[in-house]
């Protein structure tokens, strides 16, 4: 895929969230309720704050420290497609605050929000180290190389 059609992938924003990365909700991922199980839910977005922790970073140990107060606001049932997005709004010393939100792509009613996310940028002794940045990238030049 092109590097043009990738931003455009990424483009759909609502204030200041884009929404960079899209589910389907399967049979694997229910609860016993037949809607989609938080468990999964939350697995999906660390693993998003991960990805964006560490190309806002540049540091591929970047781990997750804190999460605030997760409101799951409405459901999504099986064959739904959702919608996940995360932005930084925060930059520590050693550490990355983030803001997660979740719709369903169709309805656009909102899933989830979690207001805070921290991760923390490690050295190879797994000690916080400081990060260097103090805004938002939206390019790949803090990809980590080694
Ligand atoms: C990440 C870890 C090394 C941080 O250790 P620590 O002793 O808290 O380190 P510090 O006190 O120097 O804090 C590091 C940064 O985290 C932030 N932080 C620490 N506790 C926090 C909390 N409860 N909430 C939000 N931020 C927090 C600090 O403000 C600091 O940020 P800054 O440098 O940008 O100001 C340690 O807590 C750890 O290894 N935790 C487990 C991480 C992990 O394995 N996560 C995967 C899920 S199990």
Do not use: C
């Not at 809607?35 to 806002?56: N, V």
Request: proline share 2%; hydrophobic share 40%; net charge negative.
């Amino acid at each position: 895929m092109s590097d043009s059609m990738a931003q455009g992938a990424e483009a759909a924003t609502d204030g200041d969230i884009n929404f960079r990365s899209r589910r389907w909700v399967r049979p694997e991922d229910l609860n016993a309720n037949g809607t989609l199980f938080g468990g999964s839910l939350l697995r999906w977005i660390d693993e998003e704050a991960a990805i964006y922790a560490i190309l806002q970073l540049g540091n591929a140990r970047a781990v997750t420290k804190y999460m605030s107060e997760i409101d799951f606001v409405s459901s999504a049932r099986q064959g739904d497609l959702i919608e996940l997005g995360i932005r930084a709004t925060a930059f520590g010393r050693t550490s990355l605050t983030m803001r997660a939100e979740v719709r369903n792509m169709i309805t656009r009613d909102r899933i989830l929000t979690i207001d805070r996310i921290v991760f923390v940028s490690l050295d190879a002794e797994g000690r916080p180290l400081a990060h260097g940045y103090t805004e938002i990238t939206y390019n790949r030049d803090r990809i980590p190389l080694g």
